[in-house]
């Protein structure tokens, strides 16, 4: 069973940096998908940004593009959201997930963690 834990959350100023780390384990993640989704009250769960594991394609929302990256290091089986320039509307809770596949999709994630908090400040 795919287990997820998300960290490196917080509170940051307009135009700060985050790292967000997804300690990923129970699986064999050659041949998934790993993404990072966000949410705020009364909205539905959107898309951020998504890796293959094993050839390292990306994929990212509009939102985000240029200001957030994400990658993986496979020794650690961690993934990673970099997120630059943050704006007052990246704040929420911050998810990672996981999911079989080799071409890079937005949907069909089975696998979540439990989520981390981000607050950007204005």
């Known amino acids: 069973q795919v287990q997820l834990v998300e960290s490196g959350g917080g509170l940051v100023q307009a135009g700060g940096s985050l790292r967000l780390s997804c300690a990923a384990s129970g699986g064999s993640f050659s041949t998934y998908l790993m993404a990072w989704f966000r949410q705020t009250p009364g909205k539905e769960r959107e898309f951020v940004a998504a890796?293959?594991?094993?050839?390292?394609?990306?994929d990212y929302a509009d939102s985000v593009k240029g200001r957030f990256t994400i990658s993986r290091d496979k020794v650690k089986n961690t993934v990673y959201l970099q997120m630059n320039s943050l704006k007052f509307e990246d704040t929420a809770v911050y998810y990672c997930a996981a999911r079989p596949g080799l071409l890079l999709l937005r949907y069909g994630y089975n696998s979540w963690g439990q989520g981390t908090q981000v607050t950007v400040s204005s």
């Open positions: 890796i293959s594991w094993s050839g390292g394609s990306t």
